[in-house]
């Protein structure tokens, strides 16, 4: 035996010697990928619109760390709180990943005694989620939040939200959506009249909120079997939470015996006739539905809650379909901030969140179907040379048009051949091409090609600058 082990030990050794040579595994962690330059171009453009977007609203920009102290996430997620990634103890602070953008902007209007701010913030957030990446579901995701915070006349903020969000789905062209809208108090207000138990709101709503993806008749036997409520509640609960529409049903439930004798649930419907009168105004009605069954099981929200999906395209069977669910939500949370301010101090926030990640994923699907080619980069001319010896020359022109804030690439080769840099420009996209040859050289111009058409000008080489401004911004 002692010979066995002698020799297996012997093994072990020299297997530990190669060990760091082929037992490199490859991969990203699991819930994370890579974006090459196609991904990060189709991204860039959706970044864009949302960024415009929350420009046009007004809104500042702000930035916080990707990790707080332990205790300012913790308490304020309900069931969730499980996928917080928390961080090994480094010098004497318990750490953890941020989980959303909405507690540390809280913290951060606390901890700076700011009670009016409209700010947006774009960031990678972290959950410790098992991530279904086909539907865009990450452990790392970016975020784009726009939040309004102070203390201002009911709904109007919270209208603002809701076009914002109708806006951005709009713009992005992801095909139909609706925004589906509540509010916190019109939930617990319904829960209170149908025999929830104070204590089982919050667990009870983490179990509404799944209705969008099983069927009632589980969610009631979550509701009795796993939560102990009582069968006669549960089905009182589901006599509203099957319930959505506009105003005419926000009408009909502040004259329901119950729930109008109840304080809450008749403040929250009395403030959601109100929304659907800005919102009317807004013109944005068509697609936002008034429904009963979202509860958005995050426990920090107080009022109105909301959740933008998107809507299955019938017209086109050909296409796989996209089951993404929700592509944005959010809400008003008036008590968060308090949380953090020694002395309790509230200031009123409502915001929204878009989940740039779903979207990302519906626009790439979409443009491997269509084989849009899809240009990497923004290059607008190619400095190029017709004959040999002109690297010097090519040199200082794309200088020239460098300093003048044009974007402008050439070929890492002294002397490469025409047709070579003509199928560069081909191969990505670039729209013209600035020839550099003796003659032109003589002559004080450069020659400038059009790729798409092949034609060809010979332009001043003082005037080149321009005319390469006027010829791209046509593109």
């Given at each position: ?105 809280a913290r951060y209007l ?90 089982k709101f919050r667990t ?272």
């Open positions: 035996i002692a010979k066995e082990v002698a020799k297996l030990l012997e093994m072990k050794a020299q297997l530990g010697e190669d060990e760091g040579k082929h037992k490199f595994v490859l991969k990203t962690p699991k819930g994370t990928r890579d974006y090459g330059p196609k991904q990060m171009a189709i991204r860039e453009r959706a970044f864009s619109a949302i960024v415009s977007c929350f420009k046009r609203h007004g809104a500042e920009v702000i930035d916080t760390p990707v990790f707080e102290l332990k205790e300012t996430l913790t308490g304020k997620y309900g069931e969730d709180s499980k996928l917080i990634y928390d961080l090994k103890d480094q010098g004497g602070e318990l750490l953890s990943l941020r989980y959303d953008l909405t507690v540390p902007f606390a901890m700076n005694k700011i009670t009016n701010i409209k700010r947006y913030h774009i960031a990678k957030v972290y959950r410790r989620d098992n991530p279904a990446m086909t539907r865009g579901r990450y452990r790392e995701f970016y975020q784009c939040d726009f939040d309004i915070a102070g203390q201002f006349d009911p709904m109007i903020p919270d209208a603002e939200c809701l076009k914002i969000v109708h806006e951005i789905l709009s713009d992005l062209q992801l095909g139909d959506f609706v925004i589906k809208v509540n509010d916190r108090r019109i939930l617990d207000g319904m829960f209170a009249v149908c025999g929830v138990p104070d204590s009870i709503c983490s179990s509404v909120d799944k209705l969008d993806k099983v069927p009632w008749e589980e969610v009631r036997s979550e509701m009795v079997g796993e939560k102990g409520l009582s069968p006669e509640a549960a089905d009182r609960i589901g006599e509203y939470v099957q319930l959505h529409g506009g105003l005419e049903l926000i009408e009909r439930l502040l004259q329901d015996p119950k729930l109008s004798q109840n304080k809450l649930a008749k403040e929250g419907l009395g403030d959601m006739k109100l929304l659907f009168e800005y919102l009317t105004l807004f013109g944005i009605t068509g697609k936002i539905s008034f429904d009963l069954s979202l509860a958005r099981g995050l426990d920090y929200y107080t009022g109105v809650i909301f959740e933008a999906v998107l809507l299955q395209q019938e017209n086109e069977p050909r296409e796989e379909p996209l089951s993404v669910g929700s592509v944005a939500g959010g809400g008003r949370y008036d008590g968060l901030v308090g949380m953090f301010d020694p002395k309790g101090r509230k200031v009123p926030c409502v915001g929204v969140s878009i989940g740039i990640e779903r979207i990302f994923s519906i626009l790439e699907q979409r443009l491997e179907a269509s084989e849009e080619k899809v240009r990497t980069t923004e290059t607008q001319v190619l400095v190029a040379s017709a004959q040999k010896k002109l690297l010097e020359e090519r040199l200082k022109l794309i200088s020239e048009l460098w300093d003048a804030g044009i974007k402008a690439e050439m070929l890492y080769k002294k002397n490469p051949k025409l047709l070579n840099q003509l199928q560069y420009c081909e191969d990505t996209g670039i729209p013209l091409v600035a020839i550099v040859g003796e003659q032109e050289l003589k002559d004080g111009a450069v020659k400038l090609r059009i790729v798409a058409t092949r034609e060809e000008v010979n332009v001043r080489r003082e005037s080149l600058v321009e005319e390469i401004r006027i010829r791209t911004s046509q593109c």
